[in-house]
Nanobody, 117 residues
Framework: QVQLVESGGGMVQPGGSLRLSCAAS????????MGWYRQAPGKERELVAR???????VYAGSAKGRFTISRDNAKNTVYLQMNSLKPEDTAVYYC???????????WGQGTQVTVSS
């Protein structure tokens, strides 16, 4: 069974940084596109960043220039480096795994990120 476990969330001041990690198990990690999504209270879940099995990366406009997604296939882990954090970044951040051509996607349980002074 596929399992995704996020870590690294917490509270940080505006302008600060956090590094989120998502450790995957129960799958051939290198074959999956991996993504980070977030959901703030009262809002829809939205894409933050995605990295495909071939290494192609897509960022949300709000993340581009501040966030960096990366993956380490040897460690079965995807990361999200978050710099210059803003209060608007406050949300639960979810890890997503997507095997191209297959359903359903897999999701972690989420990690809370709070940006506040």
């Amino acid at each position: 069974q596929v399992q995704l476990v996020e870590s690294g969330g917490g509270m940080v001041q505006p302008g600060g940084s956090l590094r989120l990690s998502c450790a995957a198990s129960g799958m051939t990690f290198r074959l999956y596109a991996m993504g980070w999504y977030r959901q703030a209270p009262g809002k829809e879940r939205e894409l933050v960043a995605r990295i495909t099995e071939l290494g192609r990366i897509v960022y949300a406009g709000s993340a581009k220039g501040r966030f960096t997604i990366s993956r380490d296939n040897a460690k079965n882990t995807v990361y999200l480096q978050m710099n210059s954090l803003k209060p608007e970044d406050t949300a639960v951040y979810y890890c997503n795994a997507d095997l191209p051509g297959r359903d359903p996607d897999y999701w972690g349980q989420g990690t809370q990120v709070t940006v506040s002074s």
